[in-house]
């Protein structure tokens, strides 16, 4: 069974980088129409879809975070790593990974790393 393990440094300041990795065990990431999610949930609001890269390498991002949002990976380490440039306190939000098979929903999340942006 897959797991999904979100670390990075809890705390950013602003105007910094963000950046936070998603380790996948039980599965490669290479492996043919998964695709990876990355979203978030501020405190006291919904889940904001951030982004995805697939299994191919191809990233997709939200329209309103693509100007400042990278997906990258490193296939030998079997993780990917979200990065969101430029962040504020509204950046302030637990943020989580996942697995979907096809470009959809994931089906299987990691517990979440706090991302936390002092104002």
């Known amino acids: 069974q897959v797991q999904l393990q979100e670390s990075g440094p809890g705390l950013v300041k602003p105007s910094q980088t963000l950046s936070l990795t998603c380790t996948v065990s039980g599965g490669s990431i290479t492996t043919n129409n998964h695709y990876y999610n990355w979203i978030r949930q501020p405190p006291g609001k919904g889940l904001e879809w951030m982004g995805a890269?697939?299994?191919?390498?191809?990233?997709y991002y939200s329209p309103s975070l693509k100007s400042r949002t990278s997906i990258s990976r490193d296939t030998s380490k079997n993780h990917f790593t979200l990065q969101l440039r430029s962040v504020t306190p509204e950046a302030r939000a637990m943020y989580y990974c996942g697995r979907a098979v096809g470009r959809s929903w994931s089906s299987e999340w990691g517990q979440g790393t706090q991302g936390t942006v002092p104002s």
């Open positions: 890269i697939g299994y191919s390498g191809s990233t």
